[in-house]
């Protein structure tokens, strides 16, 4: 099990190292591996989230999407906690704003404000919202 993490986190070193768009599809390919052979891992928990937070902050804000609703969504996965699921909801609301999906983001964002029980993710969602607010009248 650790031996498929480590791979997977090599191939990522190999992507930081050359910022090729091919080696960092090949490296969230290994982490969406390890998470399928050893989905009662404490490690895959934190790599379906890890995954999602890297699409985004490569500016795939379509794939995030998906990879973030894949981690909420999970059969597999072991218990997933309730903060990894609000990190996650959060990330929802996020690539909504990017893709200029304003309604839906609102109201990901609304939900997650309701329903989390972490003050920092519900402060996060409010100023979020605002955002929201700013750039749909733009």
């Given at each position: 099990?650790?031996?498929?993490?480590?791979?997977?986190?090599?191939?990522?070193?190999?992507?930081?190292?050359?910022?090729?768009?091919?080696?960092?599809?090949?490296?969230?390919?290994?982490y969406r591996?390890?998470?399928?052979?050893?989905?009662?891992s404490?490690?895959?928990?934190?790599?379906?989230?890890?995954?999602?937070?890297?699409?985004?902050?490569?500016?795939?804000?379509?794939?995030?999407?998906?990879?973030?609703?894949q981690?909420?969504e999970s059969?597999?996965?072991?218990?997933?906690?309730?903060l990894?699921?609000?990190?996650?909801?959060?990330?929802?609301?996020?690539?909504?704003?990017?893709?200029?999906?304003?309604?839906?983001?609102?109201?990901?964002?609304?939900?997650?404000?309701?329903?989390?029980?972490?003050?920092?993710?519900?402060?996060?969602?409010?100023?979020?919202?605002?955002?929201?607010?700013?750039?749909?009248?733009?």
């Amino acid at each position: 099990e650790i031996i498929d993490f480590m791979k997977a986190d090599i191939r990522w070193r190999m992507y930081e190292e050359s910022k090729n768009l091919k080696d960092f599809g090949t490296a969230i390919q290994a982490y969406r591996e390890a998470i399928q052979k050893n989905p009662n891992s404490s490690m895959s928990e934190r790599t379906s989230l890890q995954i999602a937070i890297r699409l985004y902050e490569k500016t795939d804000y379509l794939a995030a999407l998906r990879a973030f609703n894949q981690h909420i969504e999970s059969k597999t996965l072991k218990a997933t906690s309730p903060l990894s699921k609000d990190l996650a909801r959060l990330g929802v609301g996020l690539s909504y704003i990017h893709l200029k999906k304003y309604q839906e983001a609102e109201q990901a964002l609304r939900d997650l404000e309701q329903q989390t029980t972490y003050s920092d993710i519900r402060e996060e969602a409010s100023y979020r919202l605002g955002d929201i607010f700013v750039l749909s009248k733009q």
